[in-house]
């Protein structure tokens, strides 16, 4: 898998990757975003009513408290259950029953589909396979589905599909749960309603720090930013369909949701990024700024009502940033780690063990 690697040293090449990453992420953010739309600033429990979303924050955060009290300062980048989730409005769904922290009882595959870019920097983060492989002491099985990373929705769907139908037959008759890391969750959502064949085999989606609704950011940024990626030391991507930056527009995103309901079929989950000021990396307050001229509650890449899929299951508000959840960028670069990405640290396995232990439960296997 792609995520088991062996760290290796940073130097000046980690110190060129970062500013190319930040290059992009803010290159779009010199002019004033559109005006806040009708979501921006409605209380939580106001937008959940109004759209028909469930709330089970509740059950998550038993779930997730119930996991970091269990591992303690044995999990990475250990910190309290009430400093790892953001309280926003009333949560909904606890129930008080006990957690099980043993093994798997569901034989279940879970593919992640990453975001924009990550297979140009995949070399430079250097990700060790930490969340794969804490999830497989308990039988869990999640694995990477890698799509091209500057392409269109359009295109990495149909890379999905094919991912899916050639799995080995050893898998062939197990529940899928797919996961999508920012522009991941489009791409999965297009390949579901462009390939009904995979409909079956699919149980459970998940949006995590999803741009399921797009950003403001990609309104004003072109593909020719985002190919700067290209250039990354180490970068092994191409420019692909050169359709990424669009894909991630507002107005197609929504246009998109608007015009191809999603299978019922399947269910869906949504984790929602929302840090606290001062948990946002220094690289990233530009355009976490940039954003709050939108809606203040942002993770730096996307507002967070464009992070829940229609219809969906709404677990957690996360305190961190967009890259904080995912992307590790200071295990293996301290000196980044120190500076351009001073707020990256989060127990992501934590997160990740009480996700799955979560859809164990809710799941209609």
């Not at 991941?184 to 579901?192: F, K, Q, S, V």
Request: proline share 7%; net charge negative.
């Amino acid at each position: 898998m792609t995520w088991l690697r062996e760290p290796r040293l940073a130097g000046t090449s980690s110190l060129l990757s970062v500013s190319v990453l930040c290059l992009l992420l803010t290159a779009c953010a010199r002019q004033p975003l559109t005006p806040p739309g009708d979501a921006a600033h409605m209380p939580v429990t106001a937008y959940l009513e109004e759209h028909g979303l469930a709330d089970d924050r509740g059950r998550y955060r038993e779930i997730l408290c119930a996991v970091l009290e269990h591992h303690g300062d044995s999990i990475p980048d250990y910190r309290p259950c009430e400093e790892a989730l953001t309280w926003e409005g009333e949560e909904a769904g606890a129930t008080g029953e006990p957690v099980s922290l043993g093994r798997a009882g569901q034989d279940f595959l879970i593919l992640t589909v990453p975001g924009l870019g990550w297979e140009c920097f995949e070399e430079w983060l250097d990700y060790s396979g930490a969340g794969p492989r804490h999830l497989a002491r308990y039988g869990y099985d999640m694995r990477v589905l890698s799509v091209d990373s500057l392409s269109s929705s359009e295109h990495n769907a149909r890379q999905i599909r094919d991912f899916i139908i050639n799995l080995p037959e050893a898998d062939a008759g197990r529940p899928l749960v797919l996961m999508g890391y920012s522009k991941g969750a489009p791409d999965i959502l297009t390949a579901l309603v462009e390939y009904p064949e995979l409909q079956q085999r699919v149980k459970a989606v998940v949006s995590l720090a999803g741009a399921v609704g797009g950003s403001p950011l990609a309104n004003e940024a072109s593909q020719s930013q985002a190919n700067l990626l290209i250039h990354v030391p180490g970068s092994e991507c191409d420019k692909g369909d050169n359709g990424a930056v669009d894909s991630l527009k507002t107005d197609l995103r929504r246009q998109w949701l608007a015009e191809h309901p999603l299978p019922d079929s399947i269910q869906y989950f949504s984790v929602v990024t929302y840090p606290d000021p001062d948990r946002v990396s220094w690289g990233l307050r530009n355009s976490y700024r940039v954003l709050a001229g939108v809606d203040t509650r942002n993770d730096t890449q996307v507002l967070i009502y464009d992070q829940i899929i229609p219809g969906s299951t709404l677990l957690a508000f996360v305190n961190a940033d967009h890259w904080a959840i995912a992307v590790p960028v200071a295990r293996t670069h301290p000196f980044v780690g120190s500076t351009f990405v001073n707020h990256n640290d989060y127990p992501r396995e934590a997160a990740l063990e009480a996700l799955v232990r979560y859809l164990e439960e809710a799941v209609v296997w």
